[in-house]
C-alpha cells in the first residue's frame, strides 16, 4: 500500500480514533472488558460488510443480506429447538449442533443461489432482485417465527458466539478467517480477477472468454455463505433467532464498504480497507458510548467521519489524476 493509498489513510484514521479514545477514557477504553467487548460485537457487521463488499466490486448490491442472515439463523435455530431436550447429552448434541450449522448454510446457499439466478441468468437489476427476496425472506421469517424469537439450544452452541481461546473471543477468530479467506479468493484467485474485471467491464469481460454468469452466481453465492456465518455468530450471542436480528446491519454495511475505498460502480476494492472501516466505527462507536455520549451524536459522527473521508479519497484521487496529467504534458514536450 502507497503512503496515500485510501486503504493507508483509513488505517491513519483508525489509529487516530484508537488513540484518541484511549487518552480520553484509558481506563475504561483499553480495559481487556472492553476490548473483547469490541472483538466480540465486531464480527457480526464485518461479515455482512464482507458479503456486500464482494457484491459491490461487480457493481451490484445485495439488500437481502441481512435478511439471508435472519432466515438461515431462523433455520438453524429451529433445528436445534426442535431436537433438543435435557435427556440428550455428549456426541448427540455435537451432531445436533452440525445439522444446525448445515441447515443454516443449505438455507443461506439457496438464498443466495435466488439472487444469484435471478441476477446472472435472467438479467434482472441487482437492487431489484434483492429488494424482492429481502421482502420474501423476511415474509418466509415472520412465518415461520410467527414474530417472535426461537430459544432454547445447547450450551455447547454458546460458546461460537460467546466462547473464548486463552483470552481471544471465538467471534474475532471466525471473523479474521474469513476475511483472510475472502482477501485470498479476490486476489489469488482467477474468480477473484474476473470479479474485478466484471466490475471494471462486464461486456468486456464476457468478450474475453470468461463465463460472467458463473461469476456473478458464485459472487451471491459466497456473500449468502458470509451471511450465514454471521447468522451462526449472531444466534450462538444471543441465545435465540429472530426476524429483526441485524436487520440494521443493511445500510451500515453499505457505508462501511464505502468507508473502506470500495468503489460504489465496481471494479475496485480491498478487504483490508472494508476490515479498517469496520474496525473504525466499532472504535467509534465503543469509545463514544463508553465517555457518555448520545446515541444519536454517536450517528452523526459517523456520518461526518464518512463524509470526510470521501472527501479526502476525491482530493487526494484527484491530485494524483492532476499529477498524471501534467508528468505526459511533459513527457510529451521533451519529446517534441
Do not use: H
Not at 429483526?244 to 445500510?251: F, T, W
Request: aromatic share 10%; proline share 2%.
Amino acid at each position: 500500500m502507497s503512503k496515500t493509498s485510501k486503504e493507508m489513510i483509513l488505517l491513519y484514521v483508525f489509529i487516530g480514533l484508537f488513540v484518541l479514545m484511549a487518552a480520553i477514557s484509558p481506563a475504561k477504553f483499553l480495559s481487556l472488558g472492553n476490548l473483547q467487548s469490541m472483538a466480540t460485537q465486531l464480527p457480526e457487521l464485518g461479515l455482512i460488510a464482507l458479503g456486500m463488499m464482494v457484491v459491490i466490486l461487480t457493481g451490484g448490491i445485495d439488500l437481502s443480506i441481512t435478511y439471508t442472515a435472519a432466515l438461515s439463523g431462523i433455520a438453524g435455530a429451529l433445528v436445534l429447538s426442535t431436537g433438543y431436550n435435557a435427556g440428550i447429552e455428549g456426541a448427540a448434541v455435537m451432531i445436533l449442533i452440525i445439522k444446525a450449522l448445515l441447515a443454516t448454510l443449505i438455507t443461506a446457499l439457496l438464498c443466495g443461489s435466488l439472487n444469484g439466478f435471478l441476477v446472472s441468468y435472467v438479467g434482472v437489476s441487482p437492487i431489484l432482485v434483492t429488494l424482492g427476496t429481502m421482502t420474501l425472506f423476511e415474509g418466509v421469517s415472520v412465518w415461520l417465527t410467527k414474530g417472535g424469537a426461537v430459544s432454547g439450544f445447547p450450551e455447547q452452541f454458546q460458546w461460537i458466539g460467546n466462547g473464548y481461546l486463552g483470552f481471544v473471543p471465538v467471534p474475532i477468530l471466525i471473523f479474521i478467517v474469513f476475511a483472510i479467506v475472502t482477501g485470498i479468493l479476490l486476489e489469488r484467485t482467477a474468480w477473484g480477477r474476473s470479479v474485478y474485471m466484471f466490475g471494471c467491464n462486464p461486456i468486456a469481460t464476457y468478450f474475453s472468454g470468461i463465463n460472467t454468469k458463473k461469476v456473478v452466481m458464485f459472487v451471491y453465492l459466497y456473500a449468502a455463505i458470509l451471511a450465514a456465518v454471521a447468522a451462526i455468530i449472531m444466534i450462538s450471542r444471543y441465545n435465540s433467532a429472530k426476524v429483526d436480528y441485524g436487520s440494521s446491519y443493511l445500510l451500515q454495511s453499505v457505508a462501511i464498504v464505502v468507508l473502506g475505498g470500495t468503489d460504489i460502480a465496481g471494479g475496485y476494492g480491498k478487504v483490508i480497507g472494508t476490515v479498517v472501516a469496520v474496525g473504525i466505527v466499532q472504535v467509534l462507536s465503543s469509545g463514544l458510548n463508553l465517555i457518555g455520549i448520545n446515541r444519536f451524536i454517536v450517528d452523526v459522527t459517523m456520518g461526518a467521519l464518512l463524509i470526510a473521508v470521501l472527501l479526502l479519497n476525491y482530493f487526494i484521487g484527484k491530485r494524483k489524476q492532476e499529477k498524471g496529467v501534467r508528468k505526459e504534458a511533459k513527457k510529451t514536450s521533451i519529446a517534441a
